[in-house]
C-alpha cells in the first residue's frame, strides 16, 4: 500500500457525509440507474452501472462508518480496500461518467450518484488513479492558466481578434465595472465569437464590464479530476481578480462545469461566501431581454433544435433559459425527446473529452444523441456549451453526420436589433 | 361383587333397545367409526362387563366431576358411568377416610392389570411433591402406585393433560401433567377446562369395544374429538373470512353474530370437539352465547395471553425492555457518532493539500 | 417444543425482541447517517426560500413518463408489490390489532377478501420480480448474497401468512408461529440490510432534493 493509496482513503474519509451514506443505505440494487446512463443503454455492459462505480465508496463507508461493518472488518470477514481496487475502477469512474446526472434524477430512493462520483474521484485521483490526459489537462491549468495552455498573451491576442470583429470595445482589467466575464478555453480557441457577441450585448444594454489578463478561464480541471484542492487554486484566481477589481458579477461562460464549479461548488472550495454574485451568461441574457434592454430582429429560419447541457440545466440549475432564448431567435424549433431536464449528455462532459482513453468509448455512446438528433429531424443543434459543442461536432464527423452546431449566445449576438447602437 | 353386563343394567333403567342403539350410533360418530361398525360396539357395550375404573384426583377444581355429572335428567353418560364400577373416586364415592382408601387398594389388587385409571388434576413435584398429598401420601406416590396395576390412563381436564391452572406461571408446586410421570402405560390427554362429557364417555366407550386406547394426536389426545380447531368447525367462520368483526360485546356485529377474533377468540388455535358437539347435550358452545373460545383445551392456555385480546396481539410487550433495549441502540450509536467523527477529522488532520505532482501514477 | 408453546414464544419474547431490535437498530443506523454530517453550503441558493426536499421525498416515488419507459416491469412489479405489502400488513384486521397495542393508533381496515387478494398479487409480483432480478444482466450484476437473503426474508412472511390464512402446509398452530417468527426475522434484519431503505429514503430523497432545490432544479 503506497502512500498515496492511503491518501486516496483519507480523502474518502474526508469526504464522507450524511447525505452519502442515506444514498449508500438505501440502494436496492434496482438497477434503473442502468437505464439512465447512455454507457450502459448504449453498449448493453452492465459493468456500467452508474451506482456499481461506486463499490470501493460504499465498502469504505460500510467498513468503517457502520458499527457492523467495522465489527465484520475486525473478525476477519470483510476484505479491505487495495490499491488494486482504485486501479481496476479508474475505467468506471472516469471514463464511463460524465457526471451528467442522469442517474441521480432517475433513482427511486433519491441517490445522488453524480455527486458521489464526483467524491470518489478524489480518493482515486490522489492515489494516481486518475487518467493522464485529465492529469495533464489539470497540471496546464495550474502551470499556464488554461488546460489547452493558453497563456494570458494569447488571450488578450484573442481579446483584439474579437474587439476589431465586432467594433464594440472589450475592457480589459477595469475595476468597477459591473461584470467580469471568464471564458472557457474552448471558446477561446474554437468559438471566440462569443466575446464578440457578449461585447455587442454589452454595448446595447448599457452595462459595464471587462475582462481579466489574469483571471480568463473558467473551466476548473480540479472539478473534473476530483482534486478540491487544486479546484479550489483553479477558482481561486477568479476569485480573486473579481474582488480585487470590485466587480459585482461574474458571468460564467458557455461551458457547462464551468458554471457548476463557479456558482455552486467554488464558495465552498474557498471556504466563503463571494463578494460577488454569479450569473450564468444565458441567465444574463434572459434577464437584459426581459427588461427590454436587449433587442432581437429577425431569427434563423432551419429547423433546429436544443441540447441541454446537463451541467447548466440538470445540474445548474439554469433551466428555462436556454428553451426561452432559442424561441427569441429561431423560428422553427424541433422538440427532441428528453428534452430539458432529462436530456442525453453530449457524451464529453466530467473530463470525458480530455481523457485519451475514454475516446472511442465516447464516440461509441454517441449513438444515443445521434439518434435523438436524427429523430428530431434537423441539421442544426444549438448548444451553450463550448465542450458539449465540440464533443459533438466531432461525434457527428465520425459518423458521417451533416449537422451544423451553434452556440446560443453566438445566435443571440447574430439577431442583436442594434438599430439604435450608440 | 357381581359385575352384569351394561344391557342388562340400562334395560333395568328403562333404557329401551332402541334408544341404546340410538346412543352407540352417535357415539360410533363421533369416534368416527363407520356406519357397519355400530353393531360391533353395541355388542361390545352390552356385553361389557363393569370394569373396576379408579378415579385419582389430584391439584383439581373438581370441574371436570361437575361437567361430567351435572346433567339435566339421568343421561346415557351417567348411565354409563354407574355400569363402570367406579371403585373410587373422591366426590363420588359414599366412603371416605381409612375406608375409601381400603376400597382403593382392593380394587387395584382385585383387577390387577385390567382396571382402568382416571386421573384429574396435575401433580406437584417441588419440594418432595408436599404441595397435594392424600391420606398422607403425595400425589406423585400415589399416582406411581395406581399407575402400576393399571391397564390404561386417561388423563381428563387440562390440568391432568398439560398442567392446567396449577402449573400456570409461576407454577408454585411445580405441578406437571399426568403424562409427565406415567411413561409405561397408555395415557389419553382430555383436555378442556372441563372437558366436554361426550368426549369422556366416547373415550371409554372406545376402550370398552376394542379394549385400546384411541388414536391420539402429538399431545396425546383422541383425533376423533381433538382433530379439527374450533375455527375449522366454527359456524361464525363465514364471518372471519370476510372480515366482519364484534368490536365489544354488545356492538352491532356481536349481536349479529360476527367473528368474535377481535374479543380474543382462539377458534383458530384450539383444538376440541365444541363447534361441533358443543356443551349440554348440543344446546351451545361459548361462541354460540357470544364468548370467544379461551383455548382450554390446549397446553399452556392461562398463559398464552389475555383472554379478551386477540391472537395477533402480543403477549406482554415490556416498555422496559424495548426502552432499554432502544437506549443500547441509541448509546451504540452515539459511539458510532463519536468513532465517525474521530475518523474523518483524522482524515482531515493528516490531510495535504495536493500538488500536480500527487496525481501522477506512483512508480 | 410444542407448536402451541412456539406461538406463545414467538408472541412473546420473540415479538419482544425483534421490535427492540428493529428500533434499536433503526435508532444506530441514524446515528451512523446523520453523524457524517454536512458541510454548510457557503453558496448563494437559487430560490428565495431554503431548497425543500419533502417534495423529492414526495415526487420520487411518481417517475416520468420517459423514465417509466425505460424499464416498465420494474416501477409495476415495484408498487405491486409495495401496494400489496403494505394492505396485507396494514389493512388487515388482525394485523391491525396487533398494530394498535405496539403502536397505540387505529385505523380502519379492508375486507379480509380484498386483503387476501392484495397478498396474492404481493407474492406474484415479489416473484417475478426475483425472476427479474435473476435474469436481467445489470440487476444480476449488481446483486450479492444479501439482495436475495432480503428477498427471502420479505418472501416468507407474506407465504407464511397466506398459508396461515388459507390452512395451508402446516397445521394452524404451526402455520402462525412460523408466520409470526418469519416477520419478527424481517423486522430484526430491517436496519442492518438495505430494507433500511424503508426509512432511509427519506433521508435520501430529501438530501437529493433539498441539494437541487437549492440550485433551482425541481426534482
Redo the contacts between chains.
Sequence with gaps: M?A?FE?GV??L??V????????L????????C???CLF?TET?D??Y?P??KLEPLKRLWRQ?????G?LARLAGLARPLADADFARWSELVYDSCTLCGRC?????????IA?MIRKIREGL??A???PKGL?DA??RT??QGSPMGIKPPAFLKVVQHQRDDSGAEIPVDRAGSDYLVVMSSMEIVGSPEYLGALAKIFRQAGLTWTVSSTAYEATNSGIQ?G?S??AKQIVSRIVDAAETLGVKFVVSPECGHAYSAL??????LI????KF??VHVLELIDELRRAGKLRTKGTFDEPVALHDPCQIV??????EQPGTLLKAVASKIRET??QG??NWCCCGGGGVSANHGAEALRIRVFTKKKSQIEKAGVAHLVTPCGNCRNVIEEALDHYGMKVEVHGLTELVGDHLDEGDAS | MTRSALDEHLRRNGVSRRRFLQFCAATAATLGLPLDAVPALAAAISAARRPSVIWLSFQECTGCTESLTRSHNPTLESLILEHVSLDYHHTLMAASGTAAEGARAAAEAESAGDYLLLADGSVPLKDGGIYSTIAGRTNLEMLQEAAKGAAAVIAIGSCAAYGGVPGAVPNPTGAVPIARIVKDKPVVNVPGCPPIPTVITGVLAHYLMFGAVPELDGLGRPLAYYSDTIHDRCYRRPFYDQGKFADSFDDEGARSGWCLFKLGCKGPTTHNACATTRWNDGASFPIQSGHGCLGCSEPGFWDAGSFYAPLSAPIHLDPAVTLSVAAAGAAAGAAMAIANRRRKAAARQVHQPAAVADLEKPL | MSAMQFLVWVRGPGLQWSVAILIAGVLLRMFEILSLGRRPDLSEPRTATRGSGWRTVVMRSIPPASVFRTAPALFILGYLFHLGLLASVALFVPHLELLRRILGLAWPGLPSPLVDAAALVALVALLMVLVYRLRDPVRRRLSTVEDYLVWALTFVPLATGYCAFHHLLLPYTAMLAVHILSVELLLAAVPFTKLSHAYTLLLARWYAGAIAARKGVVT
Design positions: 503506497s498515496s491518501r483519507d480523502l474519509r474526508e464522507m457525509d450524511a447525505p452519502t451514506a442515506a444514498y443505505s438505501s440502494c436496492m440494487s434496482c438497477g434503473l442502468a437505464h439512465a450502459y448493453g452492465p459493468k452501472t451506482i456499481r468503517e462508518f457502520t458499527l457492523f467495522r441521480s434524477m432517475v433513482c427511486p430512493v433519491g441517490n445522488d455527486a485521483a490522489i494516481g488513479h486518475a492529469v489539470t497540471r495550474i502551470e479530476i482534486v484542492d487544486l456558482r455552486w461548488e467554488g464558495p465552498n471556504g466563503r461566501p463571494y454574485r454569479v440538470r445540474r445548474g440549475g439554469v433551466v425527446e428528453d431536464m432529462l
